[in-house]
């Protein structure tokens, strides 16, 4: 079942819920579907409903819900920090952190932060579309914009964040994750020009940050945050492709391990 739509209302059998004008559009104009044919709706709490479409005009849909197709999962708690950058580079980043698993998307400012302005209602459209194309059963929290040092000050301690140190300070990434293990996590990307020294100097002070390299090429910012987040993915996160083996820290040279 191809189309899947996003809604924010609850979903319960034999209701009948009413799309938007614009998701009317897409139904009947783009993917050419008319009443009688079916969909998949889910809303981030109630799992993924499947749905048959009662009526359907360019601007009105109703649809029934039928069953559930799969309940609700949660997702690893995953945060992504992020300076505002030029308007197609932060859409694609929203995009693929979306598509990458985080549950929770923050717009900071930095000193050297250049774009000072974010539509927060254009990004959402952007993750709810990558949440509806990619089976995610969620779609991730969206936060206001604010100064990185405020976000800092108030940050829950329990949660782990990973600072990508574009000056190479840090451990190799993947090794940085593995050392410090699971739990709640977020990722740090700075700015294009990168964190100012000072900035530098508080982020490394900090105890509940991991600084991490991503390597010896500098990296834009929306690479550097698709980059990392995969990494997470690949040490912490939910991929269940692994490596057959893994070298045994410390070990010798050769001495390997299942995982």
């Known amino acids: ?23 009317a559009h897409y139904l009947g104009q783009v993917m050419r579907l008319s009443a009688g044919d079916r969909i998949c709706l889910f809303n981030g709490k109630d799992g993924e409903w499947e749905a048959v479409l009662e009526t359907l005009s360019k601007k009105n849909a109703t649809a029934i819900l ?14 992504l920090l992020f300076a505002p950058i030029k308007r197609d580079r932060i859409d694609i980043l929203v995009e693929k952190a979306t598509e990458l698993g985080v549950t929770r998307l923050l717009p900071v400012l930095t000193e050297r932060t250049t774009v000072r302005r974010v539509n927060a209602e254009r990004l959402r459209a952007h993750a709810v579309e990558a949440a509806e194309q ?93 980059a990392a987040l995969t990494a997470w993915q690949a040490v912490l996160g939910d991929w269940q492709a692994r490596p057959a083996f893994r070298v045994e820290k410390n070990a010798g040279e050769g001495k390997k391990r299942q995982p």
């Open 1 to 23: 079942m191809g189309v899947r739509l996003y809604l924010e209302e609850g979903l319960q059998a034999g209701e009948a819920v009413r799309l938007s004008p614009p998701q």
């Open 134 to 226: 990619t089976e995610r059963l969620c779609v991730p929290a969206f936060e206001d914009l604010a100064p990185l040092a405020r976000v800092l000050a108030h940050w829950p301690s329990e949660r782990r964040l990973l600072f990508c140190d574009e000056t190479g300070g840090g451990a190799p990434i993947l090794d940085a994750l593995d050392a410090a293990g699971p739990g709640p996590w977020a990722v740090l990307i700075g700015p294009e020009g990168g964190f100012a020294p000072a900035e530098l100097d508080a982020l490394r002070g900090l105890p509940f940050v991991t600084p991490a390299s991503l390597g010896p090429r500098v990296l834009r910012a929306d690479t550097a945050a698709i």
């Open 66 to 79: 039928k069953k559930m197709r799969r309940a609700q999962n949660r997702l690893p708690d995953l945060w």
